[in-house]
Nanobody, 128 residues
């Protein structure tokens, strides 16, 4: 089965940038999947940030990160990226990537956490 490993988190000042990576390994159909980025802060529910379908154009970002975050992918490396610019303290969170079937990315299920069957362990982003 597919396993996901996030990396790239860290501590930056407000206005700084980070690029998160989500590398897939193991057996599984990575060439066609809905990949999502989520984030969570203590005491709050995990919230969706961005999605992309592997191997296809078209991405989705929530309004709070539009214009600042970009989601991209390298199919050959089986890696998805989240480029985060102009980071603000409210972006501080534990960031997770997750995988679901392609159709999840297409509508209201996009950020339904129970639709995602594979999750990474998370990478911490702290903005001060």
């Amino acid at each position: 089965h597919v396993q996901l490993v996030e990396s790239g988190g860290g501590s930056v000042p407000a206005g700084g940038s980070l690029r998160l990576s989500c590398a897939a390994s193991g057996e599984g159909v990575y060439s066609s999947a809905c990949m999502g980025w989520f984030r969570q802060t203590p005491g709050k529910e995990r919230e969706g940030v961005a999605t992309a379908v592997t191997g296809r154009n078209g991405t989705y970002l929530v309004d709070s990160v539009k214009g600042r975050f970009t989601i991209s992918q390298d199919i050959a490396k089986r890696t998805m990226y989240l480029q985060m610019n102009s980071l603000q303290p409210e972006d501080t969170a534990l960031y997770y990537c997750a995988a679901a079937t392609t159709g999840v990315c297409m509508g209201d299920l996009r950020f339904q956490r129970n639709q995602y069957g594979v999750w990474g362990q998370g990478t911490q982003v702290t903005v001060s």
